[in-house]
Structures are given as C-alpha cells and as structure tokens.
T-cell receptor, first 113, second 113 residues
Framework: NAGVTQTPKFQVLKTGQSMTLQCAQD?????MYWYRQDPGMGLRLIYY???????DKGEVPNGYNVSRLNKREFSLRLESAAPSQTSVYFC????????????FGPGTRLLVL | QKEVEQDPGPLSVPEGAIVSLNCTYS??????FMWYRQYSRKGPELLMY????GNKEDGRFTAQVDKSSKYISLFIRDSQPSDSATYLC?????????????FGGGTRVLVKP
C-alpha cells in the first residue's frame, strides 16, 4: 500500500516549457487535490476533483490544467511554465465527505528558470 | 489579509518543554479545524482534528478551539527532538465531498536535545 505517489520528485524547466506532474493513489479515495507550497504561504489549492469525472478550480488555478484520468490518477499540467510557478507541488486524496483527513504525497520540487 | 494567520517561527525549545502553537482566522464559517505536521522535504500528515469549539487530547498533543475569539491552539507536552517539524493549521467550513481546506503558513518548531 503505497498511499499517494507523485512523479517526478524534482524537475527543472525553462520558461515556456510544458510538463505534466503525475499523481496516483491506491486508497480508493474519491477526492483528489493539487496544492502548491511556497515559503510563508502555506499550502494553496490549485485544483481539486471531488469525484471521478469532475474537476474544480481552487485558490490559484491560473496557468494550470488538470485531468482526472480515472479514480486513481489526477495529473497537473503546466502548459507554459513561468518562474512564478517555481514551487513545491503536493497531491493529496481523501474519502468523499472526509476533507479533513487528506493524505499527501511526497511532493514535486519544480524550478522554472 | 490572509484568511488564516500563523506565526512562521522558528520556535526553539529544549527537550521536555511544552510547545505552544496557535492560529487566528477571520472566516466565522469555519467549523472544522485541523493540525498537520510536516517533516522536512515530506508531505504533511494529519495530527489532530477538532470539530467546532472545545478541547481534544491525543497522547502528548492537545488541540483547543475558541470560535468566539477565532483562535485555535496546539500544545505538545514533553516535547521530543522527533517533534521538530513544521506544524500547519487548516480549516474548513463544510464537511462535503471535495470541500477545500484553508491552510495557515506553518510554524517551524525545533526541539533541542
């Protein structure tokens, strides 16, 4: 039981490049989330998926797109990376209706030059 | 102004001391209050969860919520070096599928042997 896994662990991009961050969970959770964490800013929600087939914007969605591929997988895409997107990205999952107990992945450190 | 405010620290204490952490918030709709612990270069993990006002104790950890003052606290008794981490408070208004959490910026705690 791996919990929430994320790939890659670390990535360096040049401004304007695109990439997709992958997330998968094996806990049969309905809800999945993408956060970014910046120093002093805490975790800010980018997008979330309450259940398979649905996605919604969070607090900071600009510059990102998401895909809920199936119940297990939720990917985050940066179409044209900008230095402001340098951050640590966390994926999380939870049971439907149990938002409080979110299980987080180990994070992806992204540096945009 | 941020919806949830948390002193970033760092908070340095000797082993065995009581660690006192707190958050203030502005949204009176918040009813669910969480404390997450995050070790360096890891994802956050849920430590304590409290609904509405009151106290909750779990081993060496005590969470308090004062909704009238919009203030929550976490106390760690008999602190250990293994408690050295960043502690994030989080809150939500509803217990619903995909409901999002609002996080504080986190307080870094260092327990010295």
């Amino acid at each position: 039981n791996a919990g929430v896994t994320q790939t890659p662990k670390f990535q360096v991009l040049k401004t304007g490049q695109s990439m997709t961050l992958q997330c998968a969970q094996d806990m049969n959770h309905n809800s999945m989330y993408w956060y970014r964490q910046d120093p002093g800013m805490g975790l800010r929600l980018i997008y979330y998926s309450a259940s398979e087939g649905t996605t919604d914007k969070g607090e900071v969605p600009n510059g990102y797109n998401v895909s809920r591929l199936n119940k297990r997988e939720f990917s985050l895409r940066l179409e044209s990376a900008a230095p402001s997107q340098t951050s640590v990205y966390f994926c999380a999952s939870s049971e439907a209706g149990d938002t409080e107990t979110q299980y987080f992945g180990p994070g992806t450190r992204l540096l945009v030059l | 102004q941020k919806e949830v405010e948390q002193d970033p620290g760092p908070l340095s204490v000797p082993e065995g001391a009581i660690v006192s952490l707190n958050c203030t918030y502005s949204n009176s709709a918040f009813q669910y209050f969480m404390w997450y612990r995050q070790y360096s270069r890891k994802g956050p993990e849920l430590l304590m969860y409290t609904y509405s006002s009151g106290n909750k104790e779990d081993g060496r950890f005590t969470a308090q919520v004062d909704k009238s003052s919009k203030y929550i606290s976490l106390f760690i008794r008999d602190s250990q070096p293994s408690d050295s981490a960043t502690y994030l408070c989080a809150m939500s208004a509803l217990k619903a599928a995909g409901n999002k959490l609002t996080f504080g910026g986190g307080t870094r705690v260092l327990v010295k042997p």
